[in-house]
T-cell receptor, first 111, second 119 residues
Framework: GNSVTQMEGPVTLSEEAFLTINCTYT??????LFWYVQYPGEGLQLLLK?????DKGSNKGFEATYRKETTSFHLEKGSVQVSDSAVYFC??????????FGKGTSLLVTP | GAVVSQHPSWVICKSGTSVKIECRSL??????MFWYRQFPKQSLMLMAT?????????EQGVEKDKFLINHASLTLSTLTVTSAHPEDSSFYIC???????????????FGPGTRLTVL
């Protein structure tokens, strides 16, 4: 079946540091890949997505590249801000509508 | 952007009682709504998928008689936890998607979640 594995947090960074959150997946076929973000007290929001191999999703300074050869979709940002503090979820959709989520990675950015 | 609300945001109930959680799409019509359950420091687990006017499709291991889902309109789905017990305490999250968003993927829009505590 489909599954997503992402690095465990919490991750604590200083403002302007470089961020990487690793995500690998197992799926049959060619899934679509997503990063969702959950800010405190809010619902999950789609951060970025990639629907085929070598696609790069980007939004708000975050990037992730769909790497089929390594079955990975690592999230990166060159310079994090305090406002980026949130929980980040890697997810995939295989066949059908169901999203398979990773366990989430909590990020805390300190001034 | 599309907004999904949930009510209540948190609820505490006694063991054996039933609790209803509402999920509404506020500014769009939802073709499909989803109910997830999230345990602390765990992933979101899909419980069921519902389409307006039809019976929900439950994931393996989810008791459909315990978690009643009704999707009576294109903007409202309800999850009723019947005869709740402490092990049902969890964070319940709904999402809704819409053909209006188009493209190669119907984006799911998530509600803020409902914290259920069963005493």
């Amino acid at each position: 079946g489909n599954s997503v594995t992402q690095m465990e947090g919490p991750v604590t960074l200083s403002e302007e540091a470089f961020l990487t959150i690793n995500c690998t997946y197992t799926a049959t076929g060619y899934p679509s890949l997503f990063w969702y973000v959950q800010y405190p007290g809010e619902g999950l929001q789609l951060l970025l997505k990639a629907t085929k191999a070598d696609d790069k999703g980007s939004n708000k300074g975050f990037e992730a590249t769909y790497r089929k050869e390594t079955t990975s979709f690592h999230l990166e940002k060159g310079s994090v801000q305090v406002s980026d503090s949130a929980v980040y979820f890697c997810a995939l959709i295989g066949s059908g509508y169901a999203l398979n989520f990773g366990k989430g990675t909590s990020l805390l950015v300190t001034p | 952007g599309a907004v999904v609300s949930q009510h209540p945001s948190w609820v505490i109930c006694k063991s054996g009682t039933s609790v209803k959680i509402e999920c509404r799409s506020l500014d769009f019509q939802a073709t499909t709504m989803f109910w997830y359950r999230q345990f602390p420091k765990q992933s979101l687990m899909l419980m069921a998928t519902s389409n307006e006017g039809s019976k929900a499709t439950y994931e393996q291991g989810v008791e459909k008689d315990k978690f009643l889902i009704n999707h009576a309109s294109l903007t409202l789905s309800t999850l009723t936890v019947t005869s709740a017990h402490p092990e049902d305490s969890s964070f319940y999250i709904c999402s809704a998607d819409s053909w209006e968003t188009g493209g190669d993927y119907n984006e799911q829009f998530f509600g803020p979640g409902t914290r259920l505590t069963v005493l």
